[in-house]
């Protein structure tokens, strides 16, 4: 099992996203982590794509398993990483958008086993619930932008409970070590 040490304050951050095509009338909303909400099987229920920042520049005592990226599917032990949620909980309806990062992705948890390994990660005052149902549904897909590797592609379909990923990030350049 993977655990974390604190290493730095929160710099790695979710800078902007956009739905690009959708069939609904969502866009992007950065959800602030001061304000409690919980999150999960049917929360939300609109077209909006929504992110969140988790747990920031923390180094990883141990690899961690990941569905897209990393080094043969894994994030090295001592590599230091910023922990982001991305979801959509619709009730119906397609988008294709984006999300943007002030630091290189690193990798993705996209499905519920390799979620559930890396909620140590999580440390917000955030409710996860359904827990069982996080991770992308068939015919959903997320790839990072292969020109702009600080971009996260989604291409989400949306019914009940919706789409719930983990995105790692490098640490910013300018974030301070303690």
């Given amino acids: 099992m993977a655990m974390a040490i604190t290493t730095g304050h929160a710099h790695a951050v979710i800078i902007d996203g956009a739905i ?3 069939i609904g009338n969502g866009g992007f909303v950065k959800l602030d982590t001061e304000t409690p ?16 920042d988790e747990d920031q520049n923390i180094m990883l ?15 090295a032990a001592e590599t230091v990483v910023a922990s982001h949620y991305v979801f959509f909980d619709s009730l119906d309806g397609v988008q294709v958008g984006y999300v943007d990062f002030d630091a290189k992705i690193l990798g993705v948890a996209a499905f519920q086993d390799t979620m559930a390994a ?8 955030v409710n996860y619930i359904s827990l069982e149902l996080r991770g992308l549904e068939p015919g959903d897909y997320v790839w990072i932008d292969e020109d702009i590797p600080e971009r996260l592609w989604v291409y989400w379909a949306g019914s009940s409970p919706g789409d719930y990923i983990r995105v790692f990030t490098e640490k910013s350049a300018g974030a301070l070590m303690m």
């Fill in 37 to 52: 909400f919980s999150v999960g099987a049917d929360t939300f229920d609109t077209d909006n794509l929504y992110a969140f």
């Fill in 118 to 125: 890396t909620d140590f990660l999580a440390n917000t005052g």
């Fill in 61 to 75: 005592e141990d690899a961690i398993r990941v569905d897209i990226g990393g080094e043969d599917g894994q994030i």
């Fill in 20 to 22: 690009t095509k959708q």
